[in-house]
């Protein structure tokens, strides 16, 4: 399984202001999937949820998570998180994994 260490190395990443334990990608094409981002190496969850206005797609980390919404233009926005942040964010977005 892929670390929260690996995928940081993979980007500019920024912390969220007033969301401690999330950072959001930078310096990437806007146009740039989870799939690019991430390769074919972890398994990642798609979900349509009513209390989030874009595509969620999420994977788990060794010890965090990576949680990207794909808008409806094909733009995407990635979120890295720490664990307490990635467990804090699944509970907002009322995220059940199987």
């Known amino acids: 399984m892929m670390t929260f260490d690996e995928v940081v190395q993979r980007g500019d990443w920024r ?10 990608l930078r310096g990437v094409s806007p146009h740039t999937d ?9 398994e990642v ?11 969620v797609f999420v994977a788990r980390l060794d010890d965090g998570g990576l949680i990207s919404y794909s808008r ?3 733009t995407w926005v990635h979120t890295l998180c720490t664990p307490e942040g990635f467990d ?10 199987q």
């Open 88 to 97: 804090r964010k699944i509970r907002q977005l009322e995220i059940m994994f």
């Open 72 to 74: 409806p233009d094909g």
């Open 45 to 55: 969850q798609k979900f349509d949820r009513s209390n989030a206005k874009d595509t």
């Open 34 to 42: 989870i799939f690019e981002l991430l390769g074919s190496e972890i």
């Open 15 to 24: 912390p969220i202001y007033g969301c401690p334990g999330r950072f959001v």
